[in-house]
């Protein structure tokens, strides 16, 4: 690719080179078809609300919300349901107006509120769930800096309320490894370039290789911090959430794993836990009950 450039150099004028996959690609399409799922997650959610709240939830505030297609999914779910999401980024906010909000008809669109701030704002209504999806506060390093979301999120969800973020963790998460999932004409690509045991951030990418040859290398790029689930338990009870739960992903019974696998797949299937073996890599979610 670029290897005969300029070679025809006013030949041919008038036509243009094909565009390649990567050049033609929609990154935000592309995260929204690799990273999210929010029917599954929503499904989730509503079920450990309702067994902690004895009620349904209506409201819901989206952090880090990107392009809301969670909060879009999430109204569409039911018609009494309203969102909020919060984004810094105006360009993002705008396209996931236009490819999600939008298309899903006005009575959704009514019922969504994207707002360009900081999630770190108390200004906004109370709400019954507030989700920080995708790891999106790891982007907060210290200790002093995600105490103070935390006690935005915790004044944010009503008295009978929820909070909700993922965590992922394991021995692979402090590691420089490439983790890549096939799809029907591209590759996705996490990688994890550096990790720093002395303050446990880590600068990780996402890429995505075409059939064509192209790449769209750092579509996206993170600069987190590495945090552990006791830290996670001990920063939200300090910001006032009276209990914290913890829902570890099942494990696949051998007998439906592959056979040439060295390691068990997760079964989708999320349940309260207390005490497990630990793993090469695994996804958590922590719910925070006000």
Not at 74 to 100: F, H, M, P, V, Y
Request: include cysteine; proline fraction near 1%; charged fraction near 35%.
């Amino acid at each position: 690719m670029g290897k005969h450039k300029g070679k025809h150099k006013g030949k041919h004028k008038g036509k243009h080179k094909r565009k390649t996959m990567a050049q033609r690609a929609d990154r935000h399409a592309l995260y929204q078809q690799t990273v999210q799922a929010p029917e599954a997650d929503i499904e989730f959610f509503e079920k450990i609300f309702e067994q902690h709240r004895g009620r349904k939830a209506l409201s819901l505030r989206e952090d880090f919300c990107g392009t809301a297609l969670f909060s879009t999914i999430w109204c569409q779910s039911d018609k009494n349901r309203t969102a909020l999401g919060i984004d810094l980024s105006k360009d993002t906010l705008d396209w996931g107006r236009e490819r999600n909000i939008e298309p899903a008809g006005v009575d959704v669109a009514n019922r969504v509120r994207l707002v360009c701030g900081d999630v770190r704002s108390n200004e906004y209504e109370q709400v019954d769930m507030t989700v920080a999806m995708n790891f999106s506060y790891c982007v907060f390093q210290t200790r002093k800096a995600l105490l103070e979301y935390f006690k935005v999120a915790r004044k944010g969800v009503k008295d009978d309320g929820m909070f909700v973020v993922e965590l992922y963790g394991g021995m692979e998460a402090i590691q420089e490894v490439e983790d890549e999932r096939e799809y029907d004409d591209f590759t996705y690509v996490w990688e994890q370039e550096k990790y720093n045991p002395i303050d446990h951030t880590t600068l990780c990418h996402i890429h995505y290789v075409f059939d064509d040859g192209s790449e769209l290398r750092k579509a996206f790029t993170y600069d987190w911090r590495v945090w552990t689930i006791a830290e996670l338990r001990e920063i939200m009870e300090e910001a006032g959430f009276s209990r914290v739960r913890v829902y570890w992903e099942e494990v696949e019974d051998e007998e439906d794993s592959d056979e040439d696998s060295d390691t068990l797949g997760g079964s989708g299937e999320y349940v309260e836990v207390e005490e497990v073996e630990n793993q090469e890599s695994w996804l958590v979610y922590i719910a925070a009950f006000a």
